[in-house]
Nanobody, 114 residues
Framework: QVQLVESGGGLVQPGGSLRLSCAASANIFSFNNMNWYRQAPGKERELVATMRSYGYANYVDSVKGRFTISRNNAKNTVYLQMNNLKPEDTAVYYC????????WGQGTQVTVSS
């Protein structure tokens, strides 16, 4: 079973930046789509960004122009660069590979607060 491990979360002030990482225990990102989700307290889990296996990326409207998804196939790692963070970005962020069964990491907390 391939495992996903997120890291890079933390507390940041509004307008700040964070880079999340999702490391896989095997080379799966180069052959599969990969998603970043987030879940804020009391809210449904939300799809934030997707990177297709062929490299195309798309984003939820609320993060367009601020977040960038990328990957390093040699390191089996996918990143989410988050700039100009807002309090409404506060959530637990999860990486996901939509296989059968779907693969999920354990999540990393991002808190945006002054």
């Amino acid at each position: 079973q391939v495992q996903l491990v997120e890291s890079g979360g933390g507390l940041v002030q509004p307008g700040g930046s964070l880079r999340l990482s999702c490391a896989a225990s095997a080379n799966i990102f180069s052959f599969n789509n990969m998603n970043w989700y987030r879940q804020a307290p009391g809210k449904e889990r939300e799809l934030v960004a997707t990177m297709r296996s062929y490299g195309y990326a798309n984003y939820v409207d609320s993060v367009k122009g601020r977040f960038t998804i990328s990957r390093n196939n040699a390191k089996n790692t996918v990143y989410l660069q988050m700039n100009n963070l807002k309090p409404e970005d506060t959530a637990v962020y999860y990486c996901n590979v939509p296989l059968s069964p779907s693969l999920w990491g354990q999540g990393t907390q991002v808190t945006v607060s002054s």
